[in-house]
């Protein structure tokens, strides 16, 4: 089933944003099939108002495509612009213009974008047209965001411990009565265990999906309107409907849960996906709801086929630190967006875009990213946002590229982790500290070091590991901001170990790492 169904007048205009792809949205509230009708768009400035990966595109025009013919096979009545309609005005604001004019809807309703930007956009749409938005709270969360600014009112600080215990003890998830399953709350102790490549290959990789028909001409269609965006779309086997995403979660329980834990933080060259569980953009588009996530995982640990060290970890990553980000997103903004709290001011090097580098925890991480638009949380945070973070990149900057590049990236989700979290560009609301370390880290947790031309051990001199001496630098010239910090203070005290002519090195060799790295970019 294709395209739209025919224009009239409709009492409500509901809009489905490309990532509110749930049926069970409140946006559907009420909804009557003979007098309101449903508002998707495909629009240009979306998709290239920054470089967008072309599995990233394909994963968001698929998912739609297949969400309207869903609606349509329900009986809904769907109006559907794709981005090679001639009559496609290229942007949500002239789009739910020229639809309002089309069908007069008494109201516009949408679900809570996942964007500030675009709910900005949407409520002028709205204004220029005299037509009133109701936005509604989304339902697809655990903590609604008058629920999440209540807690944070009452407290000086934001941690997530202490939110993830609360939305455990509210929502009775791995809880014994009033205590956590198992004695403990938190088992990121059990969690960080290296593994060796001869082990990796043996884990059955995530539930792949062949492109449909629906698929296959979105995958040309980006092919052909955006061939300078990175990547391609001949790797793409992403789930793209609620069915497909319920058996990618199947497939994570029996498979790679078990071990998930215990090798959560570990990096393989070669591998991208070890046990993780590739089910975030399934997640972020709403084609998943957590709660199923959560529930299939407790009830593996309850079962006895997936250990408690394993089914914690994963479980804070979603009851605990995905509602979190979400509500410091909504509760910071717009504000958050301009934080920058070490004033870095450097552009994104072009090599984050290509992994031409010889840095090679860079180049397979980013080579890995431009083949499956994937990278786990440590590759993320402790590889890619390391780098950027040790060198000094402007933190939006960094958000923006992570947009760019990742399938699973939104607006909600990728500001808070990145600028806030990998950055410390918000100087302490996300993180308690900055993720600040030396080459030694990537060492110890993969195998990325053994076939590298630097030493991760050597910070100053040839074949010196650029993290290494940028992590020393970065103390050095970050010690007014974070020199108080108590989780940082050993780090301080090996620096202050250092002789100032070491000192001096160190800062020079980093200076001429800058300069290198920035003196090409991608934009």
Same mark, same amino acid.
């Given at each position: ?47 290239? =108002? ?44 002239? +789009? ?40 509604? +709270? ?124 215990? =090798? ?122 390391? =780098? ?17 590049? =990742? ?28 993720? /600040? ?26 074949? /010196? ?44 060799? /980093?200076?001429?790492?800058?300069? /290198? ?7």
């Amino acid at each position: 089933m294709a395209g739209t169904t025919p224009t009239r007048k409709a009492r409500n205009l509901v809009i489905v944003l490309g990532d509110q792809l749930n049926r069970d949205s409140a946006a559907f509230d009420d909804f009557d099939r003979d007098a309101d009708a449903v508002l998707m768009m495909e629009v240009e400035h979306e998709a290239t =108002y920054i470089p967008q990966h072309k599995l990233r595109l394909t994963l968001f025009f698929s998912a739609m495509r297949h969400f309207r013919d869903a609606l349509m096979e329900e009986g809904l009545r769907v109006h559907y612009s794709t981005l090679e309609d001639d009559n496609n005005r290229g942007s949500f604001a002239e +789009e739910v213009k020229r639809w309002v004019n089309k069908t007069r809807p008494e109201q516009l309703i949408v679900g809570q974008p996942g964007e500030f930007r675009v709910q900005e956009t949407l409520e002028q749409a709205a204004r220029d047209t005299d037509c009133e938005l109701v936005i509604r +709270e989304d339902r697809h969360f655990y903590c609604d965001l008058e629920s999440f600014r209540e807690h944070a009112g009452k407290r000086k600080t934001l941690l997530l411990e202490t939110f993830y215990r609360e939305m455990r003890r509210r929502n009775a998830v791995l809880m014994d009565d009033d205590g956590p399953v198992g004695g403990r709350w938190n088992y990121d102790q059990d969690n960080r265990e290296k593994l060796a490549a001869r082990d990796a290959g043996d884990i059955k990789a995530p539930r792949s999906f062949k492109p449909d028909d629906i698929t296959r001409e979105v995958m040309a269609m980006v092919e052909r309107r955006f061939p300078h965006s990175p990547g391609d779309t001949g790797s793409f086997d992403y789930p793209v409907t609620a069915t497909q995403a319920g058996a990618a979660l199947r497939d994570f329980i029996k498979h790679r849960l078990p071990r998930f834990g215990t =090798y959560q933080d570990a990096m393989v060259t070669g591998e991208p996906y070890l046990y993780h569980s590739r089910l975030s953009s399934a997640m972020n588009l709403h084609l998943l709801d957590p709660r199923d996530v959560v529930n299939a995982a407790v009830k593996a640990c309850e079962d006895g086929s997936a250990p408690i060290n394993s089914v914690e970890g994963f479980v804070r990553q979603i009851l605990g630190w995905r509602e979190f980000i979400r509500g410091v997103y909504w509760l910071k903004m717009p504000g958050y967006q301009r934080m920058n709290a070490f004033g870095a001011d450097l552009p994104m090097p072009a090599f984050m875009w290509t992994g031409e580098t010889e840095m090679n925890c860079v180049h397979n991480s980013v080579r890995q990213l431009i083949e499956h638009g994937y990278a786990h949380h440590i590759q993320r945070l402790m590889v890619l946002g390391l =780098y950027a973070l040790l060198l000094g990149v402007d933190p939006y900057e960094v958000h923006r590229w992570h947009l760019s590049m =990742y399938v699973d990236a939104v607006d909600w989700v990728s500001l808070p982790n990145v600028l806030g979290m990998s950055q410390y560009g918000d100087g302490g609301v996300v993180g308690t500290k900055p993720y /600040a370390a030396s080459g030694n880290y990537i060492h110890r947790m993969s195998d990325y070091c053994g076939d590298c031309c630097y030493d991760p051990k050597r910070a100053t001199g040839e074949g /010196a590991c650029p993290f290494t001496t940028l992590y020393w630098d970065f103390l050095s010239r970050n010690r007014q901001k974070i020199g108080r910090n108590r989780r940082m203070s050993l780090q301080f005290k090996n620096l202050d170990r250092k002789d100032k002519q070491e000192r001096r090195a160190i800062r020079e060799q /980093a200076a001429g790492l800058k300069q /290198a790295a920035t003196s090409k970019t991608y934009l």
